[in-house]
């Protein structure tokens, strides 16, 4: 079946300084996923970061970018300078047309120190 | 933007209890989508449909049953709660398979 692994569980972060939260993917699918980033802060839900559905293609949003890249098999999270605002879990997830359910990764929790 | 709410936000039962939680999306979603979510695992799919009457399992559905009444309405069945079903669950909608999925805030349940 498919699958999602984020290798961090947690980072904590200074702020202004870089972050990159590293996601990959496996997939039966014959056709190329979807892949999204949410994030879900303190007390509320999940809501979308933003999501790719072009292999090689680019997402960006509120200073984060994400690549998607299909060599690797990689969606990893990027941001060149990181807010005490940013803190919170996200999670790299994974859709596909096909039959198979959408899975997620087990989320990293982003601690920004001032 | 779609809209997604659940219902209790908490609920405390015991051990061999009965709990129902809701979900209603007011965005037409044909996709609707019960999670839990727990430290160490992120989020396991527990049951899917694509729309009224239909119910897929999802990855984790021993304990638990669901229904969805209508495009809108989808509810998790806890018939026998167990304290391994004390979690954090999480409803979301999509409009299509492999779509953007639109969460509710959660339900944090705790079976005593």
């Known amino acids: 079946g498919d699958s999602v692994t984020q290798t961090e569980g947690q980072v904590t972060v200074s702020e202004s300084k870089s972050l990159i939260i590293n996601c990959t993917y496996s997939t039966t699918s014959i056709a190329y996923p979807n892949l999204f980033w949410y994030v879900r802060y303190p007390g509320e839900g999940l809501q979308l970061l933003l999501k790719v559905i072009t292999a090689g293609q680019k997402g ?3 200073g984060f970018e994400a690549t998607y890249n299909k060599e690797t098999t990689s969606f990893h999270l990027q941001k060149a300078s990181v807010q005490e605002s940013d803190s919170a879990v996200y999670y790299c997830a994974l859709g596909t047309l096909n039959n198979n359910a ?13 | 933007e779609a809209a997604v709410t659940q219902s209790p936000r908490n ?6 209890g009965n709990v129902t939680l809701s979900c209603r999306q007011t965005n037409s ?7 839990r979510q727990d430290t160490g695992h992120g989020l396991r799919l527990i049951h899917y449909s694509y729309g009224a009457g239909n119910l897929q ?6 304990g638990y049953k669901a229904t969805r ?10 018939e026998l709660a167990s304290p391994s079903q004390t979690s954090l669950y999480f409803c979301a909608s999509s409009e299509g398979r ?15």
């Open chain 1, 60 to 62: 960006s949003s509120r």
């Open chain 1, 102 to 114: 959408p899975r997620f990764g087990a989320g990293t929790k982003l601690t920004v120190k001032p």
């Open chain 2, 11 to 16: 609920k405390v039962t015991v051990t061999g």
């Open chain 2, 29 to 35: 979603h044909n996709y609707m989508y019960w999670y």
């Open chain 2, 57 to 62: 399992i999802g990855d984790v559905p021993d």
């Open chain 2, 69 to 78: 009444t209508t495009q809108e309405d989808f509810f998790l069945l806890l």
């Open chain 2, 98 to 112: 492999g779509d953007t999925q639109y969460f509710g805030p959660g339900t944090r349940l705790l079976v005593l």
